[in-house]
């Protein structure tokens, strides 16, 4: 039986939920969609909808709503209480851009207000941007691109305790490998990026594989990460993590055997793995191909270092195989995300324990298998067991 939370939220009950978030703006609720849901192994979820909202001149209009259950609703949101088959059930709920954990996202999403303060920082003298909003997680952070007409950046928002540590982290890093630098921040969680050079590596592997880098020049964006990273806290490694990817899972997939036979299989599998501790290492947190920019086979860009700070070298090379191993699956990307796959499998082997780095790669998909129902796909179920069976694969290269 599903989480009772979960079910509300994403159950034919939802609507009734949200339409509380808008109408306390004097708008009715035309239609809602669940585009992108992150549970943990609480229980406790939070939800983007893309809904259709009436407004009080009858005009309809796409927006953003947030919702959130359990020790995940931030201060300040407007709770929904009551009983829901049988258990207490809490929801905070919000409307886009009054999200009460990013207090500058209104102030960000605003054209006139971010010409403004894009004036306070030197960057533009338009007064009004074009704003088109590209990541919502609610409660964590939006990502947002920004034109003036001339050139573009690219503004996070985030919460205001994590400003401080991201703006470090940037300039720890921007010197020394391609990461774009902080060009302004606010207090209060604004921070502005520039466009990113090159195209990204997920692009040019969908577009058939020209100028990607070769893993020799992956292996050297890695080794240029500056020594200071190793003073940051240590992030869990993708072996320390299984148990807590495979509890969300277990949380999405309750009313779904074949998936949780799959996953009790691998994650099996994995407990039996002795993890070898590697000597620790500047890392970047997150390699993958999508965080990857590229012009004619340099690396011209690297993005999100959120995670940055001391790891396991073999770590990074499974979250990148791990990546195209997912981006394989799809029929369109098979043959070229395979070849690269397989050139950086060889590269990685010559440098980091071959098993070490198979089992590692495994624990990565048991975390990337929780993505397709975080995105909603419509067939979630089948293609998380496909994202399992292929970690199987890889474990099945360590006997």
Known sequence: MAIPALDLLLGPEGPNVLAAAIAEYDCQLEDLRAAEVNVDPSGAAIVAYVAGVRRADGTVTTEFLGATTGKRIPPGAAVVAGEYRGEHV???????????????????????????????FGLSESSSLDIRPLRYLPSRHAVLEVHDGRFRWFVKVVRPSAVADLCHRHDLTFRHIPVPPVLASTADGVIVLPE???????????????????????????DALPDELMSLEREPSHLELV???????????????????RLTDVVEALLEVEAEREELV????????????????????????????????????????????????????????????????????????????????????????????????????????????????WLSGTT
């Open 90 to 120: 809490e929801v905070g709920i919000w409307a886009w851009p009054r999200d009460p954990a990013l207090p500058a996202l209104p102030t960000a999403s605003a054209p006139a207000l971010l010409a403004e303060l894009f004036r306070e």
């Open 196 to 222: 990113a050079r090159g195209t990204a590596l997920d692009s040019l592997i969908t577009d058939g594989g020209a100028a990607l880098p070769a893993p020799e020049a992956l292996e050297s964006v890695l």
């Open 243 to 261: 148990e807590y990817h495979a509890g969300a899972l277990r949380c999405a997939a309750t009313d779904e055997p074949a998936v949780l036979a």
């Open 282 to 393: 500047p890392v970047h947190g997150d390699f993958h191909e999508g965080q990857l920019f590229a012009e004619n086979g340099v690396v011209t860009a690297v993005l999100d270092i959120d995670s940055a700070g001391p790891g396991e070298r073999s770590d990074e090379w499974a979250t990148l195989l791990a990546h195209l191993s997912a981006v394989a699956l799809d029929d369109t990307s098979t043959e070229v995300a395979t070849r690269y796959a397989d050139a950086a499998l060889a590269h990685a082997e010559r440098r980091v324990a071959a098993r070490q780095l198979r089992q590692r790669t495994a624990a990565a998909l048991v975390g990337l298998a929780t993505g397709p129902f975080r995105l909603q796909h419509p067939h979630w179920p089948r293609h998380t067991v496909d994202l399992l069976d292929v970690a199987m694969r």
